[in-house]
């Protein structure tokens, strides 16, 4: 009874404190949540860390939209400002660049101003890059305007998934954490069909949009409960997680699970790569970079990022309805994948995604290498064609169950709240490192051989089924302070 109480003045005074911009909708659910069953709490609870959720999904839109702007404009901005191949090239790949700088500062701005003024800061780059390429006049400001870009989508890439593991409850922390790769999604899809529609210029104005609606929206979410409890400030984590379980919700376990967790560690500690010598730290940060590392060595942003070339060498005319097509087919076992992440397991998923892009990568590499033989007017050159494209689609299918989302919802599961900053950073910046190698890699690549780029792709699938069977734990189901212990 006491607790309730405390509970009912708090959402008088205290608890609603911190959130006295966060909108009229927290206030609402606390003033009803006296008159609503334990079910109604846990639904409103559900709505808080949902909206949250959706809002700072902003983020992974406008990264997912930066990957997929150079398919439909290839040929468009080579026309219209005289690029050669080796230049689109390098426009292609400077958004890595940028995100490489971006991985290494996104730990420190995440540890220093929170999990929502990172994203703030994230933001302001990513909209004036994308002007800078709107108004480009020759490839210098293009450019510019993806480096800028690069960087504020490799700060997103780390702090989003970041945020929503530490906000979300343990049953709904899969499903949630994955909405990070759905949005990703849907901003490659996003990009892909406007392509269709409106000129590069538009399309750089339009890549404005999700940022424009992020900041704002950053003001009506509470900053994440874990990392407030780390930098002291305890009354601010408790209303936090108050707001993001609901007003009814008893959380004094989970509260005194954070406080023990990050109770050896102050905020001013200094965290540096002598620590990581120590098994509960470098275990955790081996798997997470092993993780994000392979999900680029599969070869994924290089389809993705090239896919047009892909169908027009596999034979495909109408090869950007092609990309729309596939851009669709990944939102949809995107979303698959967040809806099974809580139910199968992680692990179990990883498996089943890197072997069946193993398995569609044999597909498409033997098809490939069987049009070396076969002449381009015959009837078995446009079987090998489809086959090529159907391989590349079960491909990217197969990544999007597992591969795709679940790396980085791993990699904010596990890295303990001291070095998350310092390791995060280190792990995002792998990832970001070799993805640049795979997008300046995949145009030559697949000059010299198709059947050689994707049997390479074949073996490093091959090694993350390895990699995931002996390395990767399960985490479903337990709490991040659970899974934490776990590496002690």
């Not at 005194?256 to 002598?274: D, L, M, P, Q, Y």
Request: aromatic share 10%; net charge neutral.
């Amino acid at each position: 009874m006491d607790n309730r109480e405390d509970g009912e003045d708090g959402r008088g005074g205290d608890l609603r404190k911190p959130f006295l911009h966060t909108g009229s909708w927290y206030r609402m659910g606390s003033a009803q949540s006296s008159m609503m069953g334990s079910s109604q709490a846990i639904r409103d609870s559900s709505i808080s860390v949902l909206a949250c959720v959706l809002i700072v999904a902003l983020g992974p839109i406008q990264f997912g939209f930066t990957c997929g702007y150079t398919s439909p404009t290839q040929s468009a901005i080579s026309k219209d400002l005289n690029l050669t191949t080796s230049q689109f090239s390098v426009f292609g790949s400077l958004s890595n660049v940028g995100a490489m700088v971006g991985a290494i500062a996104s730990g420190q701005i995440a540890e220093y101003v929170g999990r929502k003024g990172s994203l703030m800061i994230a933001a302001i780059p990513n909209i004036i890059g994308w002007l800078a390429i709107s108004f480009a006049q020759d490839y210098s400001f293009l450019y510019m305007g993806r480096l800028l870009e690069g960087f504020g989508v490799g700060i997103i890439s780390y702090v989003v998934p970041v945020y929503i593991a530490e906000i979300a409850p343990q049953n709904l922390r899969g499903a949630l954490g994955s909405v990070n790769q759905l949005s990703v999604t849907i901003g490659i899809l996003l990009s892909y069909l406007l392509g269709l529609f409106v000129s590069w210029r538009i399309l750089a104005i339009l890549g404005i949009l999700p940022c424009l609606i992020l900041i704002p929206g950053l003001f009506f979410i509470p900053e994440s409960p874990r990392w407030l409890a780390k930098m002291g400030m305890t009354e601010d984590f408790e209303a936090s997680l108050q707001v993001l379980r609901g007003f009814e919700t008893d959380i004094t376990h989970e509260v005194n699970e954070i406080k023990a967790s990050v109770s050896s560690t102050s905020r001013k500690t200094a965290i540096n790569f002598a620590n990581l010598k120590r098994r509960r730290y470098w275990l955790p940060l081996m798997i997470g970079i092993g993780l994000l590392v392979l999900q680029q060595l599969s070869g994924i942003n290089g389809v993705i990022f090239y896919s047009n070339y892909i169908f027009e060498t596999a034979g495909i005319s109408s090869s950007n309805v092609a990309t729309v097509g596939v851009g669709a087919i990944q939102v949809i076992a995107t979303g698959v994948a967040t809806w099974l992440v809580d139910k199968t397991g992680r692990r179990i998923l990883l498996i089943i995604s890197s072997t069946g892009m193993a398995l569609s990568l044999v597909v498409v590499a033997t098809a490939f290498f069987l049009k070396g033989f076969v002449s381009e007017d015959s009837r078995m050159f446009g079987i090998l064609g489809i086959l090529s494209v159907v391989g590349v689609v079960c491909m990217i299918i197969s990544f999007s169950l597992g591969m795709g989302p679940i790396p980085w919802l791993i990699m904010s599961e596990i890295l303990p709240i001291k070095i998350k900053g310092l390791a995060g950073s280190v792990a995002t910046l792998c990832n970001w490192s070799f993805s640049w190698v795979i997008t300046m890699t995949a145009p030559l690549l697949l000059t010299w051989s198709s059947g050689g780029t994707f049997t390479v792709y074949t073996f490093m699938c091959i090694v993350t089924v390895a990699f995931v069977a002996i390395w990767v734990p399960e985490t479903k189901g337990k709490t991040l302070e659970e899974i934490q212990f776990s590496f002690r």
